[in-house]
């Protein structure tokens, strides 16, 4: 089901806000390989507080107008200013990911629907207004905490891919989108945004819409530096970026759907190129995220991998050359606090477990963050329960293989 939004009985149309013009670019230029491994990480540990580079104080103008522009190449206008920053955010099962730059700061996603933890970190990083919020796709470890945003931070524009999903969560989100005073669009493959030297390549998706998982997927570019982003886009939807006309190589690349079998073929890889790889997922999560299957194939071509949930938030750094990463936590501190949390649970504590909907106890609300559970069949599994496993989730009515597949595909369902 499509998406609409915007004043009932006209069709949407794309904000006035922020301009979108058509680019087609080349990566080129050296770039600074990190040496640096998953399990070995360097001396370029950052401190949140203290440490960290920080943009231009530009990124904080509250009155500054939307930025425009329609050059075909940075390659014609010199090196850019100053540089832009990409902080991959350790907030557990789930995504959000800040791209800053002088003249521009970005969210793609919006973190987990059960945590409060967005607004704090972007608060204590300085950020007083967000140009722009891309939202990869409506599922609710992804678009969570849009409305706590909103209500924290001026906002210029959100994107969304234009997929309705049924959750509550989603409808807030709408609620607090449409509320706000930011502009609403759907873009599509082909489309760009620029914000002085740093500039935004949609890549996907392309109409008509599938799936949910026709993600909004974008390539972050400054200078001769790019990051690919693809929220959890499946690879059918990799095959559709190879098979576009856009430019996909980039430096960095984040796993799709945090580093699942399901995203990250080898066709894709190999069409990125990417260095350095990055996946975002909670630490011990019951997903099994990273799978194993996709760190053997990446790290089996000589990519550097690194997750937020070994290395907390990592942060890239580039000046449009040359580019640094640099990791919040070293494995160490990660093994010290998995053993605390172990020791814990020894001694007959329940654990956290905030990464993902418990069937047999969610509420019904909760329930519905599920793709295809609506407040019937939420009502229905609580009369159902006990559950002794996903797959018996097609003793719901209209449950059956197809939809099931796509909530395993979700990833948020679980039985404990």
Wanted: net charge negative.
């Amino acid at each position: 089901m499509l998406l609409t939004i915007g004043v009932a009985g006209q069709e949407p149309q794309p904000s006035s806000k922020l301009p979108h013009a058509t680019v087609d670019t080349a990566l080129s230029g050296s770039v600074v390989p990190v040496a640096v491994e998953l399990g070995e990480v360097a001396d370029n540990t950052f401190s949140t507080t203290h440490d960290d580079p920080q943009p231009n104080e530009s990124l904080t103008s509250s009155d500054e107008s939307p930025r425009t522009g329609t050059s075909s190449s940075n390659q014609s206008r010199g090196p850019p200013e100053g540089q832009v920053l990409l902080r991959h955010l350790d907030v557990g099962q789930a995504d959000a990911t800040l791209i800053q730059s002088p003249d521009g700061t970005i969210l793609i996603d919006a973190g987990h629907w059960q945590r409060n933890d967005i607004v704090p970190h972007l608060q204590r990083i300085g950020i007083e207004t967000i140009d722009l919020i891309i939202l990869t796709h409506p599922h609710a470890d992804h678009i969570g905490q849009v409305p706590q945003i909103l209500e924290a931070f001026p906002v210029t524009e959100v994107w969304m891919s234009g997929w309705e999903h049924t959750s509550q969560t989603f409808e807030r989100v709408l609620d607090a989108v449409l509320a706000s005073e930011a502009g609403y669009h759907e873009p599509r493959a082909g489309e760009s945004v620029e914000f002085g030297d740093l500039r935004v390549e949609v890549v996907h998706p392309v109409d008509p819409l599938r799936d949910i998982h026709d993600n909004l997927a974008v390539r972050i570019v400054f200078g001769n530096f790019a990051a690919l982003y693809t929220g959890d886009a499946e690879v059918s939807h990799e095959r559709e970026m190879l098979e576009g006309e856009h430019e996909l190589r980039s430096q960095v690349l984040q796993l799709g759907h945090h580093g699942s079998r399901t995203s990250s073929s080898r066709r894709f890889l190999d069409g990125v190129a990417p260095e350095v790889a990055i996946y975002s997922a909670g630490t011990g999560n019951t997903y099994g995220h990273p799978h194993r299957e996709v760190v053997n194939r990446v790290t089996g071509l000589g990519i550097t991998l690194y997750g937020t949930d070994i290395h907390g938030t990592i942060l890239v750094t580039s000046d449009g050359e040359d580019y640094q990463v640099a990791v919040e936590r070293r494995p160490a501190e990660n093994r010290l606090r998995e053993e605390q949390q172990t020791a814990t649970s020894d001694h007959g504590q329940q654990s956290q477990t905030d990464d993902c909907v418990n069937i047999n106890e969610a509420s019904e609300e909760d329930l519905q963050q599920i793709i295809h559970i609506g407040p019937a069949r939420s009502s229905e599994i609580v009369q159902l329960r006990p559950f002794e496993s996903v797959d018996q989730l097609t003793r719901v009515r209209g449950i059956g293989p197809a939809r099931l597949r796509d909530i395993k595909d979700q990833g948020i369902a679980c039985v404990r």
